[in-house]
């Protein structure tokens, strides 16, 4: 598959799953706007994905917040021409050992569950043609 000249918005791209989307859509030839909470390793993204001859931006949001995912949007717009492709990746994943297992925060049970409505409302009007 090839991505050249497209932009995409991958959230949660900072580790884990959306880490190698971003990487995977940038060796397919796209610039990449990673979205995440975590400054030190998006920046570590960032470096890889221009490694691989492709331009990055990075934007620190949560993903619960809609203006902070409104201002990703039109940060990437600005900073790398344009938004074709939106992923929806960010979320959380309790990992403790089973014994160890806590109850969710309420915060983090709704972030992947409403996260997701206001990143799709928020690059819709970029990507309807």
Same mark, same amino acid.
């Given at each position: 598959?090839?991505?050249?000249?497209?932009?995409?918005?991958?959230? =949660?791209?900072?580790?884990?799953?959306?880490?190698? #989307?971003?990487?995977?859509?940038?060796?397919?030839?796209?610039?990449?706007?990673?979205?995440? #909470? /975590?400054?030190?390793?998006?920046?570590?993204?960032?470096?890889? #994905?221009?490694?691989? =001859?492709?331009?990055? !931006? !990075?934007?620190? &949001?949560?993903?619960?917040?809609?203006?902070?995912?409104?201002?990703?949007?039109?940060?990437?717009?600005?900073?790398?021409?344009?938004?074709?492709?939106?992923?929806? /990746?960010?979320?959380?994943?309790?990992?403790?050992?089973?014994?160890?297992?806590?109850?969710? @925060?309420?915060?983090?049970?709704? @972030?992947?569950?409403? =996260?997701?409505?206001? @990143?799709?409302? &928020?690059?819709?009007?970029?990507?309807?043609?």
């Amino acid at each position: 598959m090839t991505l050249n000249g497209k932009v995409e918005l991958v959230t =949660g791209a900072a580790q884990g799953i959306g880490r190698g #989307i971003a990487l995977r859509l940038a060796k397919d030839g796209a610039d990449i706007a990673i979205v995440d #909470i /975590n400054a030190e390793k998006m920046a570590e993204v960032a470096v890889a #994905i221009e490694g691989l =001859g492709q331009k990055a !931006t !990075t934007f620190k &949001a949560d993903v619960g917040n809609r203006a902070e995912v409104y201002a990703a949007v039109e940060h990437a717009e600005k900073t790398l021409g344009g938004l074709n492709i939106m992923v929806n /990746n960010a979320g959380i994943a309790q990992v403790d050992p089973i014994a160890e297992h806590r109850e969710l @925060r309420r915060g983090q049970a709704r @972030r992947p569950v409403l =996260g997701a409505w206001p @990143r799709e409302t &928020a690059t819709l009007q970029h990507l309807v043609i």
